[in-house]
């Protein structure tokens, strides 16, 4: 007995089941009010036909009353409406969508979201075909509503969308879900792994329309673009390599001559474990190089031919001499600044003083360079090189150890107004100081210690004579 009872029990469910069904799925043509839901029909149609909430929105009241009141007299009798055409279940979206958009009441907008939501389930069980279609675009209006939004209930109707169409899955399913995806994984309620299976569901689904549906291709391509675009502050931390070379490479293969574009994919590439031995980065690396170093090449042209006193540093140190002083002579003609101007003469009187002993020459653009910038000892210290250098041009032994009198007083006075210079100056003081003069010779020319005297040869300095 009591197996029978239970039997009856299921047996009263189902039929109780079905006819909840079939109730939800009628339509006019086997209710006997069908004249009263078609002319029901026929008022309220033309008031929402090719509408959108926002127009609804605009309606009077008493149109927007009129309107609505007959379509729920012609859903009540007829959801279905003819059972060809989901007329009543689409448009009860749009008249509880207009709803909430009018209404300031939070528990109201809730219940027309509710209903909403309902309309797309009841839809679903009379137009089986497009449970798929229905199911996107349920999700896609969960996700805007605050009672569902970023949540796990959306996140499964958005799968259960994409599970059921396939590669038919609307478009517009693609940016809530990455939205959604990133809420959840940031908050650790979605682990990586699914995000990684949902977003690959999503780029075959697109990546199948862009080459094969010629009508939303486009939209399928864009949507999927602007996915990709919410996927971003999670994307370092959920997907590897291989996710990344699909994403980037085309931007290289778009770019292939862009410096900046190439360099950028392969150090997102390598930080998203991408291994160096890689085909695709070993390309990257060698266009990379290529183009860089082409670049550097004619950068570097480039800023010899608009910058002499560059160009006349390089000449310096490729040895070409006399090309770079005259390169430093232009140079200081289109100097900016005295201190400029003050280190291309500095640079002209070296390369005279140590590549063509053109001395005199070089201590007056030492000079030159020393008027120029103030306290500064390195044109002191050149022209106490200078000095030592020539010094053994100036004829006698007395006269040479002059010169190297000369040259100390110069190397003194350049560390008493440099400090930088310091340990130079005192270097080749040290080196130096055992030329000068000895005491015998000088009290053989009848010169004592201290006595001022003028340095023969072209020098002409005036020196305090001083013995070893």
Same mark, same amino acid.
């Given at each position: 007995?009591?197996?029978?009872?239970?039997?009856?029990?299921?047996?009263?469910?189902?039929?109780?089941?079905?006819?909840?069904?079939?109730?939800?799925?009628?339509?006019?043509?086997?209710?006997?009010?069908k004249?009263?839901?078609?002319?029901?029909?026929?008022?309220?149609?033309?008031?929402?036909?090719?509408?959108?909430p926002k127009?609804?929105?605009?309606?009077?009241?008493?149109?927007?009353?009129?309107?609505?009141d007959n379509?729920?007299?012609?859903?009540?009798?007829?959801?279905?409406?003819?059972?060809?055409?989901?007329?009543?279940?689409?448009?009860?979206?749009?008249?509880?969508?207009?709803?909430?958009?009018?209404? !300031? /009441?939070a528990?109201? *907008?809730?219940? &027309?979201?509710? #209903?909403? +939501?309902?309309?797309?389930? $009841?839809?679903?069980?009379?137009?089986?075909?497009?449970?798929?279609?229905?199911?996107?675009?349920?999700?896609?209006?969960?996700?805007?509503?605050?009672?569902?939004?970023?949540?796990?209930?959306?996140?499964?109707?958005?799968?259960?969308?994409?599970?059921?169409?396939?590669?038919?899955?609307?478009?517009?399913?693609?940016?809530?879900?990455?939205?959604?995806?990133?809420?959840?994984?940031?908050?650790?309620?979605?682990?990586?792994?699914?995000?990684?299976?949902?977003?690959?569901k999503?780029?075959?689904?697109?990546?199948?329309?862009?080459?094969?549906?010629?009508?939303?291709?486009?939209?399928?391509?864009?949507?999927?673009?602007?996915?990709?675009?919410?996927?971003?502050?999670? !994307? /370092?931390?959920?997907? *590897?390599?291989? &996710?990344?070379? #699909?994403? +980037?490479?085309?931007?290289? $293969?778009e770019?292939?001559?862009?410096?900046?574009t190439?360099?950028?994919?392969?150090?997102?590439?390598?930080n998203?474990?991408?291994?160096?031995?890689?085909?695709?980065?070993?390309?990257?690396?060698?266009?990379?190089?290529?183009?860089?170093?082409?670049?550097?090449?004619q950068?570097?042209?480039?800023?010899?031919?608009?910058?002499?006193?560059?160009?006349?540093?390089q000449?310096?140190?490729?040895?070409?001499y006399?090309?770079?002083?005259?390169?430093y002579?232009?140079?200081?003609?289109?100097?900016?600044?005295?201190?400029?101007?003050?280190?291309?003469?500095?640079?002209?009187?070296?390369?005279?003083?140590?590549?063509?002993?053109?001395?005199?020459?070089?201590?007056?653009?030492?000079?030159?360079?020393?008027?120029?910038?103030?306290?500064?000892?390195?044109?002191?210290i050149?022209?106490?090189?200078?000095?030592?250098?020539?010094?053994?041009?100036?004829?006698?032994?007395?006269?040479?150890?002059?010169?190297?009198?000369?040259?100390?007083?110069?190397?003194?006075?350049?560390?008493?107004?440099?400090?930088d210079?310091?340990?130079?100056a005192?270097?080749?003081?040290?080196?130096?100081?055992?030329?000068?003069?000895?005491?015998?010779?000088?009290?053989?020319?009848?010169?004592?210690?201290?006595?001022?005297?003028?340095?023969?040869?072209?020098?002409?300095?005036t020196?305090?004579?001083?013995?070893?």
């Open positions: 007995m009591k197996a029978l009872g239970k039997m009856l029990i299921a047996v009263a469910l189902l039929i109780a089941y079905n006819s909840s069904a079939n109730a939800q799925c009628q339509t006019w043509n086997e209710s006997d009010r004249n009263e839901a078609e002319n029901a029909h026929v008022i309220y149609r033309p008031f929402v036909k090719g509408k959108q127009d609804l929105a605009k309606m009077s009241d008493a149109d927007f009353k009129i309107a609505f379509w729920k007299t012609a859903y009540e009798i007829a959801p279905a409406a003819d059972g060809q055409r989901p007329f009543h279940f689409t448009d009860g979206r749009l008249f509880y969508k207009t709803l909430r958009e009018k209404t !300031e /009441d528990a109201k *907008d809730k219940e &027309y979201g509710e #209903k909403v +939501l309902a309309i797309y389930d $009841q839809q679903m069980q009379c137009f089986p075909d497009d449970e798929a279609f229905l199911m996107g675009r349920k999700g896609f209006d969960m996700f805007y509503m605050p009672e569902y939004g970023y949540r796990q209930a959306t996140l499964d109707v958005l799968e259960k969308a994409m599970e059921k169409g396939g590669n038919k899955t609307e478009y517009i399913v693609f940016e809530p879900l990455a939205q959604v995806l990133v809420y959840l994984f940031q908050n650790d309620k979605v682990e990586k792994q699914k995000v990684v299976e949902l977003v690959e999503a780029e075959a689904i697109a990546n199948h329309n862009i080459e094969n549906n010629e009508q939303y291709g486009q939209y399928y391509e864009s949507a999927y673009a602007r996915m990709n675009s919410h996927l971003a502050p999670i !994307e /370092d931390e959920v997907f *590897d390599c291989a &996710y990344f070379k #699909k994403k +980037l490479l085309p931007q290289y $293969q770019n292939p001559d862009d410096l900046e190439i360099r950028y994919v392969y150090n997102k590439l390598r998203q474990g991408c291994d160096t031995s890689d085909s695709d980065l070993q390309e990257l690396q060698t266009k990379y190089e290529t183009l860089a170093s082409e670049m550097n090449v950068l570097e042209a480039e800023r010899r031919a608009n910058n002499p006193g560059y160009d006349a540093s000449l310096q140190k490729e040895g070409k006399e090309e770079a002083v005259a390169r002579q232009e140079a200081i003609e289109v100097a900016e600044n005295d201190d400029a101007k003050a280190q291309f003469y500095y640079s002209i009187a070296f390369i005279q003083t140590w590549q063509f002993n053109q001395y005199q020459s070089a201590r007056t653009n030492a000079r030159k360079a020393a008027e120029l910038r103030s306290g500064w000892g390195k044109p002191y050149l022209i106490g090189d200078i000095y030592a250098k020539a010094s053994p041009s100036c004829g006698n032994d007395w006269n040479n150890r002059m010169a190297i009198l000369a040259a100390l007083d110069k190397y003194a006075y350049a560390k008493s107004i440099d400090s210079v310091s340990e130079e005192n270097r080749k003081m040290s080196v130096y100081s055992s030329s000068k003069p000895q005491q015998q010779e000088g009290f053989m020319r009848g010169i004592e210690a201290g006595q001022t005297v003028r340095v023969g040869c072209w020098i002409g300095e020196v305090k004579v001083r013995f070893q």
